[in-house]
């Protein structure tokens, strides 16, 4: 095993542990039997490994992972997070940086690693903390019709 793939399986188990998630999905062409082995160790239910997306699937998973060897497009990575997963980690490698930076970032991703020496980044979306709700964002107090003589703008 490489540094970079030994960097890549404990981030993805650390992921995993911290999750919890039941089922998940991973799209990689790679050799990943060295990750699978310490997967086998968490608790989870179900784990599906595909080299391409499926964009007519109905299944939706905990965990969406995409390994750095999967090259895709701005409306496949909005496929998985819409349709597939709520939560989505996407590893890139550092070739066509800023444009990566643009569509993850446009799409709603942070970023969660940089290892320029490994040349490996990684990018997650979580529906649950993306939008957390806000005091003010709600109807009581400000959208009610008993209040509209009491405040003017």
Not at 30 to 47: N, V
Not at 113 to 126: A, G, I, P, Q, V
Request: proline share 3%; glycine share 2%.
């Amino acid at each position: 095993m490489t540094k970079k793939e030994k960097i890549l399986s404990s981030f993805i188990v650390n992921i995993i542990e911290d999750e919890k998630p039941s089922s998940l999905h991973m799209l990689s062409e790679k050799d990943l039997s060295q990750l699978l082995k310490r997967i086998e160790k968490t608790k989870i239910k179900s784990l599906n490994i595909s080299p391409q997306i499926d964009k007519k699937s109905d299944e939706n998973f905990d965990l969406y992972i995409i390994l750095d060897d999967i090259k895709f497009s701005e409306a496949d990575i909005g496929t998985v997070k819409n349709l597939l997963s709520q939560k989505v980690v996407v590893f890139t490698d550092l070739k066509n940086d800023k444009n990566t930076d643009e569509i993850m970032l446009k799409l709603g991703f942070n970023k969660e690693l940089r290892d320029e020496t490994n040349k490996l980044k990684c990018f997650s979306y979580n529906l649950k903390t993306y939008n957390n709700k806000r005091t003010w964002n709600n109807p009581t107090g400000w959208a009610n019709p008993e209040n509209f003589d009491k405040f003017r703008w």
